[in-house]
């Protein structure tokens, strides 16, 4: 009779293990809460630096993202489209007419949305919410954006660091 609880205490214990392996998430699929805020916070800072123009502050927004924050696919596709200089003449020249127009640009992110990894294990993410420019010659309305990146992890010596892996908006 001993023999017997002992064979049935194992078949509960392969049954209970069979099921839990069954059950589990796909690693692939799986990203941490943790990653996910930090490319939450990531995408924000990004969108920030690609939007505010002002005349304190675009310099060191254009070299933050030319320093590791984007792709070089992702810079040579926004220089085409004229979202960050193409020479540091020319950003020097954005800064000089940024600071002789006192120009000020406020940004506000309504929503980031983060999605699951695709095949190349990028995260797409979606940003959008509202820019607005105001200078001493005048404001605009705010106007609408809507971003979408493809975030990945790149290494910086010993540590991962996020980047855009691409771009859309």
């Given at each position: 009779m001993r023999m017997y609880g002992?064979?049935?205490?194992l078949a509960i214990s392969l049954l209970i293990n069979l099921g839990l392996f069954?059950?589990?998430?796909?690693?692939?699929?799986n990203v941490?809460?943790?990653?996910?805020?930090?490319?939450?916070?990531?995408?924000?800072q990004v969108t920030q630096h690609l939007l505010d123009s002002s005349y304190i502050?675009?310099?060191q927004n254009t070299a933050a993202l030319l320093s590791g924050e984007l792709a070089p696919s992702v810079i040579a596709q926004l220089k085409q489209?004229?979202?960050?200089?193409?020479?540091?003449?020319?950003?020097?020249?954005?800064?000089?007419a940024a600071a002789d127009e006192r120009r000020v640009t406020a940004v506000r992110i309504?929503?980031?949305?983060?999605?699951?990894?695709?095949?190349?294990?990028?995260?797409?993410?979606?940003?959008s919410g509202a820019v607005a420019i105001h200078s001493a010659s005048g404001s605009e309305d705010p106007k609408p954006f809507k971003f979408?990146?493809?975030?990945?992890?790149?290494?910086?010596?010993?540590?991962?660091?996020?980047?855009?892996?691409?771009?859309?908006g």
């Open positions: 002992v064979h049935v205490a069954l059950s589990r998430p796909d690693p692939k699929k941490g809460q943790q990653i996910k805020n930090d490319f939450n916070i990531f995408a924000r502050t675009v310099e489209g004229g979202l960050l200089p193409n020479t540091l003449d020319e950003m020097r020249a954005q800064s000089r309504d929503n980031v949305s983060l999605g699951d990894p695709n095949q190349n294990g990028l995260i797409p993410a979606e940003v979408k990146y493809l975030l990945g992890q790149t290494k910086k010596g010993e540590e991962l660091k996020p980047i855009v892996a691409g771009f859309s």
